[in-house]
């Protein structure tokens, strides 16, 4: 079960070993962080190239045609995560009214102090579509 179907989050992670069909370009609307753990892949991003070693991380846009060229004499392992770019720009932005000098924690305009846990929480169910607002 994926954390999309498990919590409903618009995010996606899994370690995989499978074989994969060399130099198969896809594509899909979500993001990815590719992390290579091992074996032998030289990873094809739009025209260019990218021979791996272990602990490389490949973070891209989805749409971007993509493929890995794997050694098939070499274990290929790996973990990929997919998340939604709506997500992504979410969490990413920064809080309004954005003031530089002001406290991250301190929502001074709404007069109460607000957490970035409970800022994250919101985050959440609003980009899984379950704001209680």
């Not at 999309?4 to 370009?25: E, H, K, M, V």
């Not at 924690?105 to 709404?110: G, Q």
């Amino acid at each position: 079960m994926t954390l999309r179907d498990q919590f409903g989050l618009p995010i996606d992670a899994s370690f995989n070993q499978d074989q994969y069909p060399t130099g198969r370009f896809h594509a899909h609307p979500e993001y990815e962080i590719y992390y290579f753990h091992g074996g032998g892949c030289t990873y094809l991003i739009g025209g260019r190239m990218f021979e791996l070693a272990p602990g490389d991380l490949i973070i891209m846009h989805g749409m971007t045609l993509h493929a890995p060229i794997i050694n098939r004499r070499l274990p290929y392992l790996r973990t990929i995560v997919h998340f939604d770019p709506a997500f992504a720009a979410e969490l990413l932005r920064p809080p309004l009214p954005f003031r530089p000098n002001a406290s991250p924690d301190t929502d001074r305009s709404a007069g109460r102090a607000t957490s970035s846990r409970s800022r994250s929480r919101a985050l959440l169910r609003a980009a899984a579509g379950r704001d209680r607002r």
